[in-house]
């Protein structure tokens, strides 16, 4: 598996590589082609699948995404432009709008990064990959979980 950028849970990597079924976890700067991805938070994980998905389904399910992580977007935005809302809404509605609004925000160029380029992306883990869904799909559902937990 690979880690885009920064690994948040790098001192557990023999535990997730052990609960994932994993051969290494590494970290680079950019993912492998053809590789599955999934985000944790603000953190893109990666892994190689080779050749084992059907790219132009990848696009359209992609491109979904992105029309409706805008139209998430948007909504955000209307609340935060809303004076009312923000003069009366306690700190922490506002904070954790702010931060749905970063998180939208960085899903989104993901997203287009990935739409622009062609590349695939497996960004919920669904119907990438036959033989390797499930492995896929336990991956990401653990490090969900653990990185709530640490």
Known sequence: MQVIGE???AAFNAVVMKMCNLSSVNVVENKADGAASFM???TEYAVPLGNMIDVEAEIARMEAELKHKEGFLQ???KKLGNEKFVNNAPATVLEMERKKQADAESIIKSLKYCCIEKSIIC????RSCLKYRTDIF???SFLR???KVV
């Open 7 to 9: 690994n948040p849970v």
């Open 40 to 42: 944790v938070g603000t």
């Open 145 to 147: 979980i653990w990185i």
């Open 75 to 77: 909504g955000v935005l």
């Open 123 to 126: 960004h919920s883990i669904k």
């Open 138 to 140: 336990k991956t990401a």
